[in-house]
């Protein structure tokens, strides 16, 4: 085990800290238990980067935990923990625990995960060497059981032990490490590149659930453009949504090499997967510059677009209808997208039409009134973005999402004006905490990468 010498970036680190867990890592030790900072907000304070959440690990047993907060609840039957809250933050705070014992069965998939352990068990059971830290709150000290910090410092995903093993215990880690890999800039250690080729198609083991949630997050991860690179390169995204890359191409194969072109060298990609790449870097735009959290209808429907290309806007409103219903169905089963994030993708990508149409104020008015305007107008921002085109639309629908008066007649908000400030309400609600509430706009017109 190293303990890390206080460096001078440390002192940033102990300021980006969150109260709230630093609570929670104190009344545990006050109780006599050990517990720490631990995994992905250390590794993002380590880089200088806001932590996303902040997690504890302790020697308390789920059940020591709730009884010392009554602000938490036990969650997960998988992966028992026990969830801290203060106000809508939560701290989730996680027993040290050990690799399950090998069954001696040749499926190496983990199906349940609640052995009490050590601080080193519990380091060693984590994924990848740069989340596998703990931060000792007391002694104001990184605890490295896994040589993280020099990972950290080389700037390379290398998972905990042998990594062929580790992905095949839990495949899910593998969208994991291209998440890290495209968000921190860093690259793979060889061997646990090589492991994920190997494995990749292993990843259909998992559970739908999990594979769709992990990769909305990739969506949400500001860095989806890389994100879609390294899943196509690796044969994941080939594997978990092969009716969706075959949309792009003969097969799923070919539609990986479309889309992967249109990433690496734009200049001879295919019109759809230029697209494609086009609303993706907008997504990571936007998710840079607001902080939001853009709806799974709103990610749905940006997969969608690019492969309805002009029917989007010429097509009759049955034909659309029945299109956009033929492209989804296959891969809303295979990888089991909700039906209401399906249904807001079907309503935004039918609304989009309407909304780029020549300015008019009755379909205004009934536009602005649906509870899907706020996603509709965060969709017709990507578009504007990727396209560059249709940014006066934009601006004028912006302007009423505002309530903001039109700049020629200068009067009191409408009814349908209202309406779009009530959307607003609602889109601040689902705003990242932190993020300044003027951020909440999409993108202005096209960023052209
Ligand atoms: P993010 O910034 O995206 O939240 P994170 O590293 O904090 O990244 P979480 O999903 O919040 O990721 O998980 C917290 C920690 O739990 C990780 O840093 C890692 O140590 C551990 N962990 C999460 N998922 C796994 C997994 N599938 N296998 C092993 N360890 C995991
Ligand atoms: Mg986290």
Not at 193 to 222: F, H, M, N
Not at 223 to 233: D, G, I, K, V
Not at 293 to 305: D, K, P, S
Request: glycine share 6%; net charge positive; proline share 6%.
């Amino acid at each position: 085990m190293s303990q890390s010498e206080p460096t001078p970036s440390m002192e940033g680190f102990v300021s980006g800290m969150d109260g709230d867990a630093l609570r929670v890592v104190r009344r545990l030790l006050s109780a006599g238990h050990e517990a720490y900072l631990v995994g992905g907000c250390v590794r993002d304070l380590y880089l200088g980067r806001p932590p996303k959440d902040f997690d504890v690990a302790t020697s308390a047993t789920p059940e020591a935990i709730r009884k010392l907060f009554r602000n938490s609840r036990i969650i997960g039957r998988r992966f028992k923990l026990v969830h801290v809250f203060f106000g809508h933050k939560i701290i989730e705070t996680s027993t040290f625990r050990t690799t399950p014992p090998d069954t001696g069965n040749e499926d190496l998939l983990i199906t349940h995960d609640n052995e009490w352990g050590t601080i080193e068990d519990d380091a060693r059971r984590r994924d990848f060497t740069i989340n596998g830290l703990f931060y000792d709150v007391e002694n104001e000290r990184i605890v490295d059981f896994v040589d993280g910090i020099s990972d950290l410092e080389s700037r390379i995903i290398r998972t905990i032990g042998e990594p062929a093993t580790r992905f095949r215990e839990d495949p899910v880690r593998m969208i994991r490490a291209i998440k890290f890999a495209a968000r921190l800039g860093f690259h793979f250690e060889p061997a646990t590149w090589q492991a994920l080729l190997e494995v990749a198609p292993d990843i259909t083991k998992c559970s739908k659930a999990r594979v769709l949630e992990e990769i909305y997050k990739l969506l949400r991860s500001g860095s989806s453009l890389e994100c879609f690179a390294l899943l196509l390169e690796s044969g994941l995204l080939q594997a978990t949504m092969p009716h969706y890359v075959a949309l792009f191409g003969r097969d799923p194969e070919d539609g990986g090499e479309a889309i992967l072109q249109a990433i690496r060298q734009p200049d001879e990609a295919s019109p759809e997967a230029l697209t494609l790449a086009r609303f993706l870097a907008a997504l990571d735009d936007y998710t840079l510059q607001t902080r939001q959290i853009v709806a799974n209808g709103v990610l749905q429907a940006v997969l969608f677009a690019p492969v309805l290309g002009d029917a989007l806007t010429t097509a009759s409103r049955d034909g659309l209808d029945r299109h956009i219903d033929a492209l989804m169905a296959p891969v809303s089963m295979a990888l089991g997208i909700a039906r209401r994030d399906r249904e807001l993708a079907r309503q935004i990508l039918m609304a989009h039409r309407r909304m780029i149409e020549p300015f008019n104020r009755r379909r205004r008015a009934s536009i602005a009134q649906r509870q899907y305007f706020h996603d509709a107008l965060i969709f017709l921002g990507l578009a504007v973005s990727a396209s560059g085109d249709r940014g006066r639309e934009l601006e004028r629908w912006r302007r009423l999402a505002d309530g903001s008066p039109e700049p020629e007649s200068g009067r009191a908000p409408s009814a349908p004006e209202k309406a779009g400030k009530r959307n607003r309400r609602k889109r601040n609600h689902r705003r990242v905490k932190g993020a300044p509430a003027s951020a909440a706009r999409p993108p202005a017109a096209a960023s052209d990468r």
